[in-house]
């Protein structure tokens, strides 16, 4: 599938809150000149469904994800408004069951092997670990390639410039969440320069040391 081989090719994903839709298109520019298309845009805000649509409108180019979807309607808004996939903070079977009846890509978190098999009974094998550092870490993940040696995760949740190699250099991880990326305090400040070399520093060390 196109979008999850696109998250795998720049392997993190910055998990974005927006409080002012009006920091959407710098934000869009910030990442794009950082070299990093893709976005997860939290539904954490009133102003992330509109974001979502700004930015799909302007940078058709950007992945756009919506992340922290806890209900259907929430599903079904975030596809409306441009977003190519979802993500959810757990495991949901009412949402999960929404996506795959219509065709849309869900990547939902689990964190525990009871978790796994529901997702596998689904016909799902790529889950959000959520959240990474709380629930083991990268121990917990080598835990899971054992029994669920076909299953990949992408772990979000206390990952940032100091742990990401190591979680990406795991055989099930494709790709890493974090909000370090584009942190919330630099978006409300409008420091897309920072964001712009955050992104340019991460993009910097996988190349480097993968």
């Known amino acids: 599938m196109k979008v999850i081989k696109k998250i795998e ?18 934000l869009g520019e910030a990442l794009l000149k950082g070299g990093l298309p893709i976005a997860e845009i939290t539904f954490r805000t009133e102003q992330a469904l509109n ?23 929430q599903i079904q808004s975030a596809y ?33 092997p009871s978790f796994i098999e529901w997702g596998l009974e689904k016909g799902l094998n790529l889950f959000k670990f959520f959240p990474a550092e709380l629930s083991g870490g990268i121990k917990m993940l080598q835990a899971f390639a054992g029994p669920f040696s076909d299953v990949k995760f992408i772990p979000t949740g206390g990952i940032n ?6 979680y990406l250099r795991q055989e099930n991880v494709i790709a890493c969440g974090g909000s ?7 978006i409300e400040q409008g420091k897309f320069g920072e964001i712009t070399e955050l992104v340019k520093k991460a993009l910097d060390l996988i190349k480097t040391q993968l």
Do not use: H, M
């Open 9 to 26: 090719q720049y392997k993190i994903i910055p998990v974005i809150t927006i409080e002012n839709d009006k920091k959407a298109i710098p």
């Open 51 to 73: 974001s979502i649509k700004i930015l799909k409108e302007n940078f058709p180019e950007i992945l756009i994800g919506a992340g922290t979807i806890l209900k259907v309607e």
């Open 80 to 112: 409306d408004a441009g977003a190519e996939f979802i993500v959810s903070p757990g495991f949901n079977p009412t949402t999960v069951d929404y996506c795959l009846k219509n065709d849309i890509i869900i990547i939902p978190g689990v964190n525990n």
């Open 161 to 166: 410039e100091i742990n990401l190699i190591d």
């Open 180 to 186: 370090w990326l584009v942190k919330k305090k630099l």
